[in-house]
């Protein structure tokens, strides 16, 4: 056998030592798999919002980040600014990041299903919140979020008995929410669900306002303008029923830059931010029925059961309340949103 030489010895060395140490490093480096680990350290939660279109949705988000400080649980956070598209790009960055529960508010009812497939696949679960969505249940673990059918059911409970007396016909018009939405369908329907027993009611009107300031005003001065005041095709309004504070808070500025004196419109408003809940003691508004932001405390004891392999309720509403131009505000406590 050929003797090797010294520098020959030295090379197969080196082959043999980058050949351990290659792998080990690999290993040693490699994520690894969530459906063979349990997690490390703080729980991470992927939450994508839909924006900060309102006082009610600031609120929101906030006491869902004020609750995960509280319960030492990480937010990845997004905020898609009202786009569909937004939500599905975050959805899928939180699926790479490999978060432990990915949570979100859904724009709008559809197009989630192929999103929540890829998450179920890569073993991490989702919660939806605040409004709901039109897919397979088995895609998510639960919903967490407020009634907008018992909203819309109480609104509507509110005017009937406000118009016992009143025999005549009562034209209503509807500041719908934004369209598509499953909580603008639900208070459209639960509002429905009760006046349509009564044929004095009438929907003269109902236009999607995006659940936006900006938008509640532009409709209230386009009907004003068209109309030459509180009209709509030669009938009174005499009900304005609006989907949120926002939209109501917009027709009130249209109100007052028109000068225009409601006299006996009733409006009736949901969400009760301060600024309404201040416009109902001021004999602005009639009726506003609560939508609970504060869902941060539930949502992250649902994050902490579903993580640590528990099953959460399909259903979780937060609790409402509804306050009316009949109430003592005497003893009232501000809202702080």
């Known amino acids: 056998m050929k003797k090797l030489s010294k520098k020959s010895i030295i090379i197969i060395l080196v082959c043999a030592v980058i050949c351990v140490i290659i792998p080990v490093i690999i290993l040693s480096t490699k994520k690894p798999s ?7 350290g703080k729980l991470i939660l992927g939450f994508s919002q839909i924006g900060s279109e309102s006082a009610w949705r600031t609120r929101n988000t906030q006491s869902i980040f004020e609750a995960a400080e509280q319960n030492d649980i990480q937010i990845i ?3 898609a600014q009202q786009k569909q598209a937004n939500q599905l790009k975050a959805i899928r960055s939180f699926i790479v990041y490999q978060v432990d529960v990915i949570a979100f508010v859904p724009i709008v009812a559809d197009g989630w299903d192929n999103v929540l497939l ?4 890569a073993g991490i679960p989702v919660i939806v919140v605040d409004r709901q969505i039109n897919c397979d249940e088995s895609l998510y673990a639960g919903f967490l979020g407020e009634n907008g059918y018992e909203e819309g059911f109480a609104a509507a409970n509110y005017l009937v008995n406000k118009c016992k007396a009143r025999n005549s016909t009562i034209n ?3 500041f719908s929410g934004t369209e598509n939405s499953s909580i603008a369908t639900l208070r459209a329907e639960g509002f429905r669900s009760v006046i349509n027993k009564y044929a004095k009611f009438e929907i003269i009107h109902s236009e999607d306002g995006d659940f936006l300031r900006s938008r509640g005003k532009e409709m209230m001065d386009r009907i004003i303008k068209e109309n030459n005041g509180l009209k709509l095709n030669g009938k009174n309004i005499d009900v304005i029923y609006s989907h949120n504070d926002s939209m109501t ?3 009130l500025d249209s109100l007052h830059s028109n000068n225009i004196n409601r006299w006996d419109t009733i409006i009736i408003s949901i969400d009760a931010e301060q600024k309404s809940i201040d416009a109902l003691v001021n004999g602005e508004l009639n009726c ?3 939508c609970n932001p504060n869902s ?3 949502l992250m004891s649902l994050v902490k059961r579903i993580a640590a392999g528990e099953k959460i309720p399909r259903v979780t509403y937060m609790l409402d309340n509804i306050f009316t131009e009949y109430d003592d505000f005497s003893t009232y406590t501000p809202r702080g949103y």
């Open 172 to 174: 209503i018009v509807e």
């Open 296 to 298: 941060g405390p539930t």
């Open 249 to 251: 808070l917009g027709l």
């Open 77 to 79: 956070f997004d905020d």
């Open 118 to 121: 890829e998450a179920q696949e």
């Open 34 to 40: 969530k459906k063979n680990t349990e997690p490390q």
């Open 288 to 290: 506003v029925v609560e």
